[in-house]
C-alpha cells in the first residue's frame, strides 16, 4: 500500500466523511450500536484519480476496501512480469477480505480504472473488532465464503464454457428488465471485458461476431439483444462432456 | 447429505478412532486442549466405497470433511443438468469449508473415487466453537482464505495459460525430486486429469503430445520427464496478453 495514495485521496473530504458512509455498506448495514462505532472509528473515505494505484500486489494487505463509486481493476501481475487484469469491481463491491482476514499479501494490485471514491476498513481494527462482535463475525464469514463460491462458479465457467458462451452469460447478468429483449451499454472497455471474460481481444471481437446468430446486436459499447430466451438457451449449453 | 452414507461408513470402526484422527490434521494440530477436546467431540471417522457418495450439491452444508486415505471427486452439477468433476481431493485435503462457515448448501457433490477414509467435523458444532477459541476462529479464517487464493490462482491460470501450460504446471508439482529428471506415475486417470486441468480428454491428449517436445514421455499412466528445466521455462510462458 503507498501511504501516498491515501494522503492524496483524502484532500478535501471532512474526517468523519468515511464513517457516515460505513452504514450504507450491506456488510455492516444494521449492526448493533457499539459495533457500528468502533467500525466507524476504524474506518476512513478516500478518492483515487483515474489510473491510480489503490494497493500493490505482494504488499501486507493493510485495509478492506469497499467501492463506493468509480470503477477499480484488480491486475495480477505473473512471475514473468506479464500483469493481467483479474476483475473490475464496480459501485457496492468489495476487494480484499481474505487477505486481511489471512494476514497475507494482496493478490492484485487495484488500480482506479476513472475517479473512484472508497471506503477503507483497517484490517487490524477488523480482525481485533470480530473477536468481539459475533454478529459480524458471521457477517464476515458469510461473506467470504460467497467471495469464494463466487470464484468457484468462474472456475466452471472457464473449464466448461466456450468464450461466446462466457460472453452470452455476462450480456444476460446485465440485462434488468423482464422482457425478450433489452438494449444497454457496455460498462467496460472491450480490453477489460476480454480480460473479466478471460479472453484475448480479437477471440472476444470473434464471441460477438458468433453471438449474432444468438440475436446479439452491437454498434460500439451499445448492445441490443433481440432474444433474450434464445441467448439464454444458448448460454447454458455445456460446451464440454466430460 | 445421505445420512444412510455415515451409518454405511462407520461400520467397523471404534467410536473414539475419529477423535485420536483429529489432532494429525494440520489446520487442527497444536490447539489447546479443551479446544482440541471439544473439536474431537464434533467429529467422527467414516469410510467409503469406491463410488459412494459422500455429501451432494445443493444440500445444507452439514460437515466439514478431511481426506484422511483414498482420492475424492468433488462433481458440480450445471442448471441443464450435464455434471462435471471440478477438482479431485487426495490424502491431506479439505472440502466443505465455505459452505459451513456461511450456512449455505454444498456447491458440489464428492464421491469416493476409490476406497476412501474421511474425518466428518460437524458444521454447526464448530461454528459455535470458533466463537469461543480465538486460535481456531484465526486458523479458520486463515484457512478460508487460502482456499480462495488458490481458487483465483486457478482462475489466472485457467484464463491466461494454454492446456499444455496448465499440464505442464500439474506435471511439474509431482516432482519430488530436486534433479533435472523424474519419473511417477499420474494419480488420476486420464479423464480426471482432463477435469482437473480443464479441458475436453481429446485435449489432453493433444497436450501430452505437444509436450514431447518439451523431454515429457508418457506410456500409459507412466510419466518421464527429460528435462525439468526446459518443461519449467515452458509451464511459466504467458499465453495470453492483455
Known sequence: MKSGNHSHGQQGLA?????????VLPLFHGLDGSVAEQLKQISRVSNFLPGENICEQGQPAAD???VLTGRVALIHTASNGESVV????????????????????????????????????SGV??????????????????????????VVQQVCDLKFRTTSQRLARYLLNLVVSDGNTADFRLPFDKRLLAAKIGCRQENLSRAFASLRAEGVETHGSSVTLHDIQKLKRFAITESVAL
Open 86 to 121: 483479474v476483475e473490475v469491481i464496480q459501485d457496492g463491491g468489495y476487494f480484499g477480505l481474505a487477505p486481511v482476514l489471512a494476514n497475507l499479501p494482496y493478490l492484485a494490485t487495484a488500480k482506479a480504472v476513472v475517479a473512484s471514491r472508497l471506503a477503507l476498513v
Open 64 to 66: 478492506l476496501f469497499f
Open 125 to 150: 481494527g477488523l480482525s481485533d473488532l470480530i473477536h468481539f462482535a459475533p454478529n459480524l463475525l458471521m457477517r464476515v464469514l458469510r461473506a467470504e465464503a460467497l467471495d469464494f463460491v463466487a
Open 15 to 23: 474526517e468523519d466523511d468515511g464513517r457516515a458512509t460505513i452504514d
